[in-house]
């Protein structure tokens, strides 16, 4: 299994420390770039992916989100507003659950 961690490079130095493939501070095209190659090789995948990264509107990004599979996007908060988290699985529970699942009774 191929583990990649994606985002800016203060958040990357902590995954490179656990031997986890980094990729920091790229560019939109360069992150459309190697989420193709991910997509294309289809091989099983985890990616962790920082929010910034995340809320872009990539095609390779859409389709891995679109049909699942064999890669696997977790959404990382930034360093910088961590409070601020706002990832697709965050809504899903709290539409399904209700916000009382993730602790954000006061928001």
Same mark, same amino acid.
Do not use: K, W, Y
């Given at each position: 299994m191929r583990i990649i961690a994606i985002g800016s490079? +203060?958040?990357?130095?902590?995954?490179?420390l656990l031997g986890i493939?980094? &990729? +920091?501070?790229?560019s939109v095209p360069?992150?459309?770039q190697l989420l193709d190659g !991910?997509?294309?090789?289809n091989k099983r995948t985890l990616i962790y992916l920082e929010q910034?990264?995340?809320?872009?509107?990539?095609?390779?990004l859409q389709k891995?989100?679109?049909?699942g599979g064999n890669i696997l996007i977790s959404e990382l908060p930034q360093l910088n507003t961590p409070e601020h988290r706002d990832t697709s699985i965050d809504a899903l529970i709290t539409r399904? !659950?209700?916000?009382? +699942?993730?602790?954000?009774? &006061?928001?």
């Open positions: 490079a +203060a958040l990357m130095d902590g995954f490179s493939e980094t &990729h +920091a501070d790229l360069a992150l459309e !991910i997509v294309t090789d910034g990264g995340a809320n872009t509107e990539l095609p390779s891995i989100r679109n049909e399904v !659950i209700g916000s009382s +699942a993730l602790g954000l009774e &006061h928001e």
